[in-house]
């Protein structure tokens, strides 16, 4: 564990350029130790609010705060807060990846040994040396993420970290944000893939028009959309007995699709065979029904249209 995790904080937050209000009265917060998606269409303001949260934008009203502290009033930001933006490394084409992270530890006054443990990390140590013009789209993204964890921060903004990975590559990127959220940092991630966002974050933050749609969990917005499991056992009639001695607690409906199959909403696939467990009751299949967090997220912002981000 790295320590007590830091929280981010959003009140009240509006940004106006001109005419255009792109964030408006935005309040949310962002718990340590899980991943928070930060969702909402293009243009809802998702880009603008984390440069807020960063000081690169000057909020027209409220405050974002991190740790109960603003980003221009931490000691020494790098080493509390790391941050990928639009994807981009910022690294000179003719610069090595490896001399780019050692320019930006010197200049953030960050041990230098601190290179090598995120090349080796981000799994970059062989293309180390190699110019960064000659990096794939997927390594360039490699290098932004090394970057903002070179002063091992507590917290993270990744805007789009998943951007040029291919499907092992998101993978990894996965396990990694996991395991850091593990170890007690807090992390928002925005992203517009949506499956991807469901398999990584345990709680999400969906925004439209600038505004605050819904601050919840995967697992809560899944109950209250519906999304069902579907379990086959050759005890179902006993299972769904189980089960539907909980619907009053999860909300949860059972339904019998067959002599051996269920269709169950209101319960997650391991709660389903915690509980068959507990009743010494044999389960054969589980299996989610895939509708889940990108039909939620269209039902939830629909009705918006906006050009600025």
């Given at each position: 564990m790295i320590g007590d995790g830091l929280r981010i904080d959003v009140r009240q937050l509006t940004k106006r350029f001109g005419s255009v209000t792109a964030v408006s009265d935005l309040t949310f917060s962002?718990?340590?130790?899980?991943?928070?998606?930060?969702?909402?269409?293009?243009?809802?303001?998702?880009?603008?609010?984390?440069?807020?949260?960063?000081?690169?934008?000057?909020?027209?009203?409220?405050?974002?705060?991190?740790?109960?502290?603003?980003?221009?009033?931490?000691?020494?930001?790098?080493v509390t807060v790391g941050a990928v933006l639009d994807g981009a490394s910022g690294a000179h084409p003719a610069c090595s990846g490896r001399d780019h992270l050692r320019i930006y530890a010197t200049m953030s006054r960050l041990p230098l040994h601190r290179v090598d443990a995120v090349l080796d990390q981000l799994r970059l140590t062989a293309f180390a040396d190699r110019p960064a013009g000659e990096y794939s789209t997927g390594m360039r993204q490699r290098l932004s993420l090394a970057t903002a964890l070179l002063g091992d921060p507590r917290v993270l903004l990744l805007d789009e970290p998943g951007n040029g990975l291919d499907p092992q590559g998101m993978a990894w990127l996965r396990d990694l944000l996991q395991g850091l959220a593990a170890e007690g940092r807090t992390i928002l991630v925005s992203s517009h893939v949506l499956s991807e966002i469901e398999q990584i974050a345990a709680d999400v933050v969906v925004i439209r028009d600038g505004q605050l749609v819904t601050p919840a969990s995967v697992a809560e917005l899944s109950i209250a959309a519906g999304a069902a499991v579907l379990v086959r056992s050759p005890e179902a009639e006993r299972l769904a007995h189980a089960l539907g001695a909980r619907t009053a607690l999860t909300g949860g409906v059972i339904e019998r699709k067959g002599v051996d199959l269920l269709r169950v909403t209101g319960f997650s696939t391991v709660a389903i065979a915690e509980l068959a467990a507990a009743h010494g009751l044999a389960v054969h299949e589980l299996t989610p029904e895939r509708s889940g967090l990108e039909q939620i997220f269209l039902t939830l912002t629909a009705h918006t249209e906006r050009a600025l981000s």
């Open positions: 962002v718990a340590p130790g899980v991943v928070t998606g930060f969702l909402g269409p293009n243009g809802a303001g998702k880009t603008t609010t984390m440069r807020m949260i960063l000081g690169l934008v000057e909020p027209t009203a409220g405050v974002a705060t991190i740790g109960g502290t603003r980003y221009c009033d931490l000691p020494q930001p790098p």
